[in-house]
């Protein structure tokens, strides 16, 4: 098992070394490298360097899991190495893309794609190819779908729904493997840690939640039906992410205060990447006057939806609560409307992290901070994107995950704080 290798500058040397792996170990029967940046380049390597050395060790192809989910392969990449099951990797009965590139495809590359799956599904009958979270666009999934028996089709995961990737097949595509068929990995050569560019500021991104906070305050909760009178009814803004960056955005002011305005290094742009709703002009004004940048945000307004809203309940008196069989005492309820939360996709997490819209000055490097309040799929697809990036990541569990044990091993691959 190999881990985040996200400080291999050169992806191809992983993949002649994951190659190496199975030449010299014939009976290994799984091989999982989620999260490492293996590319196009590392795929090609890894199927040339196990050809090199197939007559050399003919028996080793007991391998039956192949778990590359998290890596940076691109319908090219996919096509190599699904090619390559039939001959060089015959007993393999789970090859796992998950949250690779392959919906990136451009030039016809996605329809080479699905011919090869279709091809190499009919051949080995017992393979199972998971395709989720890739921005597979509709009309490549129903490409797959045509060209797939039924029998095969079920052996596919990834098919039926977008993954909530909408619009990813819209992002530029990765660079271009240079004719010797190496690649460098995205990592930058600067060391991990450093969130500052020579021609830019800092960056803090808190990608996430903003709600309408309405805050109650009550005596004890009401019963048969009976009115009660609040004490107290406060609004604001929230949302877990707000709060971040507006912190974020006050150490910022603090800090450029005790510099004086001047000199030493610049203070980090604070920038909130969510989903506003039509309503959400006073949230605005307030980042504004904080100091959040607040560009994301304008650009990507959620027309047709109200923005989310949570209604924060306190009494004066604890009650007891059934859950099922068990009872627990509780004097806070917190209430939710998702609303244009929904609408922040795992396409909007790899564009903020990707894209230059801070400013044309953007540094390649920055911390991410995010939590569980929206979408699980978002978090890990901006987590993963943030860290190939070189970025340094913070991530608050709450409120979905209590106990760090709840979360995925790989997560915490992801996660520096």
């Not at 040397?13 to 380049?41: F, I, Y």
């Not at 107290?232 to 971040?244: E, H, Y």
């Not at 205060?257 to 920038?271: C, E, L, Q, R």
């Not at 396409?347 to 801070?358: G, I, K, M, Y």
């Amino acid at each position: 098992r190999a881990d985040s290798c996200h400080h291999c500058e050169q992806s191809y040397v992983l993949g002649q070394v994951l190659a190496k792996a199975l030449l010299q170990q014939p009976k290994l029967r799984e091989l999982v490298a989620p999260h490492n940046s293996l590319d196009v380049a590392a795929a090609k390597a890894f199927i040339g360097s196990k050809k090199a050395g197939e007559q050399a060790a003919a028996d080793a192809r007991a391998l039956t899991t192949l778990d590359l989910s998290f890596n940076r392969l691109d319908a090219v990449g996919a096509c190599v190495l699904v090619n390559a099951v039939p001959d060089l990797l015959p007993k393999l009965t789970k090859l796992s893309l998950v949250g690779n590139y392959i919906g990136c495809a451009k030039d016809g590359k996605g329809d080479e794609f699905a011919e090869t799956a279709a091809s190499v599904l009919a051949r080995c009958t017992n393979l199972h190819l998971d395709l989720r979270f890739n921005g597979l666009s509709k009309g490549l999934r129903d490409k797959l779908k045509e060209k797939l028996d039924d029998g095969a089709a079920k052996r596919v995961a990834g098919l039926d729904h977008d993954d909530g990737l909408k619009g990813f097949e819209d992002l530029d595509p990765l660079p271009t493997p240079s004719d010797s068929g190496r690649q460098s990995s995205p990592v930058h050569k600067a060391s991990h840690g450093r969130h500052k560019s020579s021609h830019g500021r800092p960056v803090v991104l808190c990608l996430g939640s903003v709600n309408y906070d309405m805050n109650m305050k009550m005596d004890a909760m009401p019963y048969d039906g009976k009115p009660l009178v609040v004490d107290a009814l406060t609004s604001s803004a929230g949302g877990k992410s707000l709060n971040t960056a507006v912190a974020a955005a006050l150490l910022a002011r603090v800090y450029t205060s005790s510099k004086g305005g001047s000199g030493g290094s610049s203070p980090p742009d604070v920038a909130l990447v969510a989903k506003l709703g039509n309503d959400g002009r006073d949230i605005l004004d307030f980042l504004d006057e904080i100091g959040v940048n607040t560009k994301w945000l304008k650009e990507n307004e959620v027309k047709d939806k109200k923005t989310g809203t949570a209604c924060i309940v306190k009494t004066d008196t604890q009650c007891t609560i059934k859950d099922k069989e068990e009872e627990h005492l509780t004097d806070k309820w917190h209430l939710q409307l998702k609303g244009a939360n929904e609408n922040l996709l795992c396409s909007d997490a790899l564009r903020a992290v990707r894209d230059p819209f801070l400013s044309k000055s953007q540094p390649k490097h920055g911390v991410l901070a995010t939590n569980m309040e929206g979408r699980v799929e978002t978090v890990l697809a901006a987590l993963q994107e943030a860290r190939h990036s070189g970025w340094q990541t913070f991530l608050r569990p709450s409120p979905t995950v209590d106990d760090l044990n709840e979360l995925p091993p790989h997560w915490l691959g992801l996660v520096d704080v």
